[in-house]
């Protein structure tokens, strides 16, 4: 397809995925405008593929996303789901329902906040909630930009929008006293896309739940039976519930958070692809949401069945290209431990805590923002158990 001046390829198929995403052609980020004016292209998504890349990127995933690390947050973790069980807690007690957006968004929060700057005072003080609004307002421009990058100028208010994304810059810039450029850019790319994903994974979790009450039950006595009444879900418990890991899976098919792997690849020479010629230059993106749907790859692939996973079970971390929602190749993103284990954990607490009862039929409707989101909020009952 031409949109503009950007030509762009997009894969649909297992095979082809592979090839953009782990093959030697497709190496590079397409730079875009928008990318430099958010200072992003100093932080781990935005760079171009390269030493500074490369370093970052390693310092990371030492620092940050190390399963010492990882275990290390765990209290954190079991902190911030108590929290939002209170808060589910008084939401049923005054309103009569709950709206589980908020709270999930809060708790994601403040579990980047607090896992990111080692501090709960960041999290829960006005800077706190200065970045959430920032954080909001950057996936705001983000998505005005993936249309005016490959729009011609004037389509949108171009110019309104690179202006807000200068301010927006500067604001980021001035929360924190940092002086290095790099670290505020990474530390902020942290916040900014853990936030998201986790929250709104976790939402569509708790939809399939309230929609399908079965497996909703069957996952609760997995957890009871596994755990006991009393007894506090860890994160090493986890690996004895399959069938809340199906679950996961089945949720990351058929909602994947980042349907078209978020961010694009650029071929950097000429190359074949499926007999296709394509000139270097080129920006490839995967559709993982259609490989995911695909009924060549996926039998009922509309049916919401956890069951798939525990009669073939596979890998969604990248090595299995039918369903990468992480991305796969040396892009993978590399915060898939430590947003599986939120995810799982607070699923699992969530679960064995509550019923969550339909208080109206459920709206699956998606809409896709900067990720693929819920277009309704979920808006149910919460049953203590
Ligand atoms: C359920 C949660 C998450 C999902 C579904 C998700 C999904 C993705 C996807 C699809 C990509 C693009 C991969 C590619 O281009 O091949 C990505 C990249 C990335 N993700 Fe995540 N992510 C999640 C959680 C997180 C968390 C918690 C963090 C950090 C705290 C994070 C940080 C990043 C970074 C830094 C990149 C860019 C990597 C690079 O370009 O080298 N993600 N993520």
């Known amino acids: 397809i031409s949109l503009g001046s950007t ?10 995925a592979k ?25 781990i998504g935005f760079a171009p593929s390269g030493e500074y890349w490369r ?56 579990n980047m906040l607090e896992s990111v700057f080692g501090s709960s005072d960041f999290g829960l003080n006005n800077r706190g909630y200065e970045l959430g609004l920032m954080v909001k307002e950057g996936y705001e421009l983000i998505g005005e930009f993936n249309w005016a990058d490959y729009f011609p100028l004037g389509f949108l208010d171009f110019y309104g929008v690179k202006r807000r994304c200068n301010k927006l810059a500067t604001r980021v810039n001035g929360l924190d006293q940092l002086s290095d450029a790099d670290m505020v850019a990474v530390l902020w790319e942290m916040v900014f896309r853990g936030i998201d994903n986790v929250a709104i994974l976790l939402e569509w979790i708790m939809a399939r739940m309230v929609v399908h009450q079965d497996i909703q039950k069957k996952v609760q006595h997995e957890i009871d039976m596994f755990t006991g009444p009393n007894i506090q879900i860890h994160d090493s418990d986890i690996a004895n519930l399959p069938y809340l890991q199906a679950i996961v899976k089945e949720v ?41 749907h695909d009924p060549s790859i996926w039998l009922d692939p509309w049916a919401f069945r956890p069951e798939r996973f525990i009669e073939e079970d596979f ?58 989101e819920m277009k309704k909020p979920l808006v149910c009952y919460a049953v203590t158990r």
């Open 19 to 43: 090839e953009i995403l782990c093959g030697s052609a497709f190496s590079d980020r397409p730079i875009k405008e928008s990318t430099h004016l958010l200072m992003f292209d100093r932080a």
């Open 315 to 372: 890998s969604v971390l990248g090595s299995d290209l039918r369903l990468a929602p992480f991305g796969s190749g040396r892009r993978v993103c590399p915060g898939k431990a430590m947003g599986l284990a939120t995810v799982h954990l607070w699923a699992a607490r969530l679960l064995k805590q509550f019923k969550w009862v339909p208080s109206q039929p459920v709206d699956l409707g998606e809409c896709l923002k900067f990720s693929l």
């Open 55 to 110: 370093h970052i990127r390693k310092i990371a995933s030492y620092h940050m996303f190390s399963p010492r690390r990882i275990s290390s947050l765990e209290g954190l973790r079991q902190s911030i789901v108590d929290n939002m069980i209170g808060e589910v807690w008084m939401e049923m007690n005054e309103r009569g329902f709950v709206e589980l957006r908020g709270i999930l968004q809060k708790g994601s929060l403040n």
């Open 7 to 16: 030509r762009v390829i997009v894969s649909s198929h297992p095979e082809t």
């Open 252 to 292: 990351l098919r058929l909602h994947p958070p980042g349907p078209l792997l978020s961010w694009a690849r650029l071929s950097t020479h000429d190359v074949f692809l499926d007999k296709c010629f394509i000139p270097a230059g080129t920006t490839a993106m995967v559709n993982m949401w259609a490989i995911a």
